[in-house]
């Protein structure tokens, strides 16, 4: 008879999270469950077709765990994973992390019984619902140390993103800077945004965003184009001036 299967939803910034449930579920549920994590290669072997090995784990699980943090929430693929557990209602828990707190989710998550990965009382009550999803005793394993375990990887977890949040900080200021630049020089009061977004160094959507943040750019469409394109305020556009759109 096929073991349960637990159903771990992760972005892969947060593989390790998912790998230290998974083994500290399998070893404390004596290999009663299968625990399936899509970034383990125990789960998905060598040569299989990863989307298909999801899809197939998402319709076996009996349930699902979502690990939940501020950057896991903004990607679609935890929301679609998310949906699908929901649309086979199955048991669906938010393990919340590196500073997120259940109260802090949004709808539908925000309805479920979220649990916070770093404390003993949230585990536990992770470990009953698995046992109770299952049919089987909740281990008496002590989770003290898986706990621990989490809070170790909250601590790298957290310096790591901000690292890149200063990182990703200071390549939007520089690339504002080279747009408003561009935006200042030359016969042309308006710029389309995609030819900004090359001066820039970015893409055109990560363009228009870094704009939007600054009080000095005005946004338009251009007359033929329809093109989105922007000027400085200070620049007042006169009749007789001229758009690159």
């Not at 938010?94 to 709808?107: A, E, F, Q, T």
């Not at 900080?169 to 945004?193: F, H, N, P």
């Amino acid at each position: 008879m096929p073991k349960p299967v637990i159903f771990i939803s992760h972005v892969s910034e947060e593989a390790e999270l998912a790998k230290i449930l998974k083994r500290a579920i399998e070893e404390d549920f004596l290999q009663m469950v299968k625990v399936f994590v899509s970034s383990d290669t125990a789960s998905i072997q060598a040569g299989e077709n990863w989307l298909d090995s999801v899809g197939e784990a998402l319709r076996m699980a009996s349930a699902e765990i979502i690990l939940c943090s501020k950057t896991s929430l903004t990607r679609p693929w935890i929301n679609f994973e998310a949906g699908a557990g929901w649309m086979r209602k199955i048991p669906i828990v938010p393990v919340c992390h590196s500073g997120l707190k259940p109260r802090d989710l949004p709808m539908p998550l925000s309805v479920l019984q979220g649990i916070v990965a770093s404390e003993v009382d949230g585990l536990d009550r992770l470990y009953v619902r698995i046992a109770t999803t299952v049919d089987c005793a909740k281990p008496k394993a002590g989770l003290n140390n898986l706990a621990e375990a989490v809070r170790k990887f909250e601590d790298a977890y957290l310096l790591k993103v901000a690292k890149q949040s200063d990182a990703r900080a200071s390549r939007e200021t520089l690339a504002l800077e080279r747009m408003k630049q561009a935006l200042g020089e030359g016969d042309y009061v308006w710029r389309s945004i995609d030819r900004l977004s090359v001066k820039g160094g970015v893409s055109e959507a990560e363009a228009t965003e870094i704009l939007r943040t600054d009080p000095e750019i005005v946004f338009g469409r251009g007359a033929k184009s329809r093109r989105m394109i922007a000027r400085l305020q200070s620049r007042q556009p006169k009749k007789a001036d001229k758009s690159d759109a």
